[in-house]
């Protein structure tokens, strides 16, 4: 019988490891040991990625409308201090107007 065929190979390791059950037992604490550091790392880098993603969508929304508001102020106030000075103008045309009818009528009736 040839030694290097794969089920004495496997004989060989199970004897190596204490017997079929350690050997099998063994494999699969390796397996899982290894399945969960490869889940780990990947859901980490998974869940890293995603609440970056999500941290900078955040931002971005945040920004955005902190840049709206600013502008929709800006065109607010600039509405009212145009409102205020045409306000005024018409105010200071009325009282002219005042002043000049006054002044007209104590001419006219001084003649």
Not at 21 to 50: N, P, R
Not at 62 to 80: C, Q, V
Request: proline content about 1%; overall charge neutral.
């Amino acid at each position: 019988m040839n030694k290097d065929w794969d089920y004495a190979k496997l004989s060989k390791l199970a004897k190596e490891n204490g017997g079929p059950e350690a050997l099998i037992e063994k494999l699969i604490t390796a397996s899982a040991k290894q399945a969960s550091e490869i889940s780990y790392v990947k859901g980490v880098d998974v869940g890293y990625t995603k609440g970056v993603k999500d941290a900078l969508c955040v931002v971005f929304v945040l920004a955005g409308l902190s840049l709206l508001s600013y502008f929709l102020y800006k065109r607010y106030i600039k509405k009212l201090i145009k409102q205020i000075q045409d306000t005024h103008a018409g105010e200071i045309d009325a009282l002219k107007q005042e002043l000049i009818d006054g002044i007209n009528d104590y001419d006219n009736s001084q003649k």
